[in-house]
Every structure is written in structure tokens, then in C-alpha cells.
């Protein structure tokens, strides 16, 4: 049996459809979906979805009880405040037009967009060119917070308005941590959306305030 076409150690045991190639079980499993475009009729996603779902919906799961710390709470600055609000848009615009989206597929959407930052690479690309971003939602975001830039008033001399990685990650992961505590253990509600959209929904006075309001 051939080696795997990615390690070269490893025995070959699954021809993956999206490349072309043959991999092995891990080499399979590390590279689903973070860098290969996985197509819907894999069997190897199929079978393995639900528990990589749960993996990374699992990730880092606050103890609910507890209160945000004031490091935490790092969207009491506007700048931040202002990343933010990019960052949740397309989660209250896609959960607007798709009843179906819960407050399950916003964590999806957000664990995207950070691993897609943290690692600064796309994904590997598929021969027949056919097949979009694993996550419709989250390459959404991703794409909202590169471009994202603070512009204030007065810009003092060295300020910029980009955000390093360093904030993009911070930002995310807090968005992430408010998901999972206004969602609590009902991942399969919209908790969390019936907030986005109440916050959303005050965008007019906000914006004459000129400051977004931190999530809650």
C-alpha cells in the first residue's frame, strides 16, 4: 500500500475526493476542513461531522455560573466595540433570512473565522474548483474583520486604524465565550441571535451616540 500523498510516513488507507490523493487516517482528520475543501458526498465527513461539531463547539467551555472578568470584558472599548460589530453583522443578517440558524452554527461560524486568522492560510484547492468555503457564515466574518478598520476623528501621528491578529483573535473569542453563556445549555436555541437582534435593532440611536454597545 502506498504512503500518504501529505506525510509520507503513514499507510495511504482513504482516497480523498477533494484532491485527488490518498491519505491516511490522520492526515485525513487534521486536514478536514481547515485545509481542504471538503465536498458534501465524503464519507469520511459524513461520519465524522457530528463529532468534530462537537469538538469545537466544546472548545474552551466556560463554567457558566461564573461572572466576566474585567479583562474579559474588553469591549468597553470602542475599538474594540467597533470590530465587534463587523464581526457579529453577518451572524444577524444570515440568522435573519434562515430561521433554522442557532446559536450552535454562530460558534461554528466564529471557531472558523479565528483558526482561518490564527493560521493565515486558506484552504487547499479542489481541481474542479466547484466547492465553496466549509462555512458560508464564517468566511463571511473572516472576511468582515481583514478588512474592518477603526477611523475616528482625529488620528494622533503613529496611530492606525488596522487591528493586529492579536486583537481580531482576543475579539472573537470573547464574541464566542458571549455566545455560550447567553446560550447556556441550549445550543439549539437562538438565545443568543434574539440579542444580536435586539442590540442590532437600536443601530440608529447607537449610531447617533457614535459608540456600538458591548455585548452582554
Known amino acids: 500500500m502506498a504512503k500518504c500523498s501529505k506525510c509520507n510516513k503513514r499507510k495511504a488507507k482513504?482516497?480523498?475526493?477533494?484532491?485527488?490523493?490518498?491519505?491516511?487516517?490522520?492526515?485525513?482528520?487534521?486536514?478536514?476542513?481547515?485545509?481542504?475543501?471538503?465536498?458534501?458526498?465524503?464519507?469520511?465527513?459524513?461520519?465524522?461531522?457530528?463529532?468534530?461539531?462537537?469538538?469545537?463547539?466544546?472548545?474552551?467551555?466556560?463554567?457558566?455560573?461564573?461572572?466576566?472578568?474585567?479583562?474579559?470584558?474588553?469591549?468597553?472599548?470602542?475599538?474594540?466595540?467597533?470590530?465587534?460589530?463587523?464581526?457579529?453583522?453577518?451572524?444577524?443578517?444570515?440568522?435573519?433570512?434562515?430561521?433554522?440558524?442557532?446559536?450552535?452554527?454562530?460558534?461554528?461560524?466564529?471557531?472558523?473565522?479565528k483558526e482561518k486568522i490564527e493560521k493565515g492560510k486558506g484552504f487547499l484547492i479542489i481541481p474542479n474548483g466547484k466547492s465553496g468555503p466549509k462555512d458560508e457564515v464564517g468566511e463571511a466574518i473572516y472576511q468582515n474583520v481583514e478588512k474592518c478598520r477603526y477611523e475616528k476623528k482625529i488620528i494622533l501621528p503613529g496611530e492606525a486604524g488596522a487591528y493586529k491578529k492579536e486583537d481580531k483573535i482576543q475579539c472573537l473569542e470573547r464574541i464566542i465565550l458571549s455566545v455560550k453563556l447567553l446560550a447556556k445549555d441550549n445550543l439549539g436555541g437562538r438565545n443568543y441571535i434574539k440579542k444580536l437582534h435586539e442590540r442590532f435593532s437600536k443601530i440608529d440611536e447607537l449610531s447617533r451616540m457614535k459608540k456600538i454597545s458591548p455585548i452582554t
Open 14 to 113: 482513504r482516497y480523498c475526493i477533494a484532491i485527488g490523493e490518498h491519505l491516511c487516517s490522520l492526515c485525513c482528520g487534521l486536514l478536514r476542513e481547515k485545509e481542504i475543501h471538503c465536498p458534501p458526498n465524503c464519507t469520511f465527513l459524513e461520519k465524522h461531522r457530528p463529532y468534530q461539531e462537537k469538538r469545537i463547539i466544546e472548545k474552551k467551555r466556560p463554567v457558566i455560573s461564573r461572572r466576566i472578568s474585567h479583562e474579559e470584558e474588553i469591549l468597553s472599548d470602542e475599538r474594540m466595540a467597533w470590530l465587534a460589530f463587523h464581526i457579529e453583522a453577518p451572524l444577524k443578517e444570515y440568522s435573519e433570512t434562515k430561521e433554522s440558524f442557532r446559536d450552535k452554527e454562530a460558534i461554528l461560524a466564529l471557531e472558523y473565522a
